[in-house]
């Protein structure tokens, strides 16, 4: 499809089967107004992590990439009462924003919005003997892809579900001489996949509102 279609068919996906949020809805104009660029996952993609975090009953979820807490705000809605998230964002700016949608979401206390270089901030977090996550949802910048894997493993349990994004970048991922550091970044997280015993991962090409990409969904099985 084309891709006005195939935001035509996300539109008829979200008119279907997305209940209405209004609180997406204001941090998408709220992102907007303070200029952040309108890179988060689409309503259908962001349902989906929404989901698949409720599936596998998910108490603890990692992020790593915030931006304005688009996909912040669709995780959360899959979170009991006591469970907690926590969102790794480099730009004050991003953090700043996504801070107020998630008040303006109910988090109450539920979400941490952690500013800084995200490397920085799981090496600390692994450091401080934070771990046991259910889910982590790899977004950010993808040169950082493999390193956030690493650290994504070691903070996780035995079990859990990580997912990355924008895998498939328009089908970039196929150049293997490409000198784009996303496409780079990209290629060596496929790799370092195959060298890992504890993962099982699969990627799922996706079109819609946010172009042809994909995610990849990992299984981390025990140490
Ligand atoms: N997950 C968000 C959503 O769907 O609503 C979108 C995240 S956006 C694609 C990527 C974010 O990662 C940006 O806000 C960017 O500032 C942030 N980022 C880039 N490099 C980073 C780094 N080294 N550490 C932490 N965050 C980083």
Redesign the pocket.
């Known amino acids: 499809p084309d891709n006005l279609q195939a935001a035509a068919v996300d539109a008829y996906i979200a008119s279907k089967l997305l209940p209405v949020d209004r609180a997406l809805e204001a941090a998408l104009a709220a992102n907007a107004a303070a200029g952040?660029?309108p890179?988060?996952?689409s309503a259908a993609q962001?349902r989906m992590l929404e989901l698949l975090a409720r599936m596998i009953g998910a108490r603890r979820i990692l992020?790593?990439?915030?931006?304005?807490?688009?996909?912040?705000i669709c995780l959360l809605r899959a979170l009991p009462k006591d469970g907690c998230l926590i969102s790794?964002?480099?730009?004050p700016l991003?953090a700043a924003v996504a801070v107020r949608n998630l008040d303006n979401a109910g988090a109450g206390g539920r979400a941490q919005v952690r500013v800084?270089?995200?490397?920085e901030?799981l090496e600390a977090m692994i450091a401080a003997g934070e771990g046991d996550f259910d889910m982590v949802?790899i977004?950010?910048?993808k040169p950082?892809n493999v390193a956030y894997l690493r650290a994504s493993m070691a903070l996780c349990r035995p079990g859990a579900m990580i997912i990355v994004?924008?895998v498939v970048r328009e089908g970039a991922i196929l150049d293997a001489d490409s000198d784009d550091p996303r496409v780079i970044g990209t290629r060596a997280l496929f790799d370092e996949i195959a060298l890992q015993p504890r993962l099982a991962a699969t990627a799922i090409q996706t079109v819609g509102a946010k172009h042809w990409d994909g995610f990849m969904l990992i299984h981390v099985g025990a140490a």
């Open positions: 952040l660029p890179i988060d996952v962001g992020e790593v990439g915030t931006l304005g807490g688009y996909s912040t790794l964002e480099l730009e991003h800084g270089a995200a490397i901030t949802f977004d950010a910048d950082g994004d924008n």
